[in-house]
T-cell receptor
């Protein structure tokens, strides 16, 4: 059974803080993804990675960066959190060449 | 870029059949996915279509017409637990396995 875990279910931060969201998968998947989900906007891709130390921008990368130092871990970094980054953040992973993405439970981030 | 449209909300009665439509416009198509997401939970994979036609999986079926840029998810014998958001997602014909999601259709099943 594929398991994707995220470090926190709920997080509250202040404007200007540096925020780290961690995602770990246990099935040796090459591909990992970070999305944010907002009412009326759906799931939008922030960044993805197809291998260790590799990263690609998604549709909305502004204000975010990522890190993939190990295959199982993909971190999303908000260098200076802003209120418009209040959202649900979902991590996903998939095996190279396979169709299905497996999602983590999500982190609901509130920036005050 | 891609444009994916699906209805915002639908309601149906327990035991009934409901069809959730999804239309898309894409520069290169390499598969269409349906995910189910219950409130407060992660999306879970339901189906994948890359060729035209109907794929059946128990009470759920998914249909694709590539020439029309159209898909639907058919749910039969609706149960209360089917109340959820249903997400349509398209994969472009690129080297990466990225998906573009529609905004989701919230389905409410009533007794």
């Amino acid at each position: 059974d594929v398991k994707v875990t995220q470090s926190s279910r709920y997080l509250v931060k202040r404007t200007g803080e540096k925020v780290f969201l961690e995602c770990v998968q246990d099935m040796d998947h090459e591909n990992m993804f970070w999305y944010r989900q907002d009412p009326g906007l759906g799931l939008r891709l922030i960044y993805f990675s197809y291998d260790v130390k590799m990263k690609e921008k998604g549709d909305i990368p502004e204000g975010y960066s990522v890190s993939r130092e190990k295959k199982e871990r993909f971190s999303l970094i908000l260098e200076s959190a802003s209120t418009n980054q209040t959202s649900m953040y979902l991590c996903a992973s998939s095996l190279f060449g396979k169709n299905e993405q497996f999602f983590g439970p999500g982190t609901r981030l509130t920036v005050l | 870029g891609q444009n994916i449209d699906q209805p915002t909300e639908m309601t149906a009665t327990e035991g009934a059949i409901v069809q959730i439509n999804c239309t898309y416009q894409t520069s290169g198509f390499n598969g269409l996915f349906w995910y189910q997401q219950h409130a407060g939970e992660a999306p879970t994979f339901l189906s994948y279509n890359v060729l035209d036609g109907l794929e059946e999986k128990g009470r759920f079926s998914s249909f694709l017409s590539r020439s029309k840029g159209y898909s639907y998810l058919l749910l039969k014998e609706l149960q209360m637990k089917d109340s959820a958001s249903y997400l349509c997602a398209v994969r472009e014909n690129s080297g990466y396995s990225t998906l573009t999601f529609g905004k989701g259709t919230m389905l409410l099943v009533s007794p």
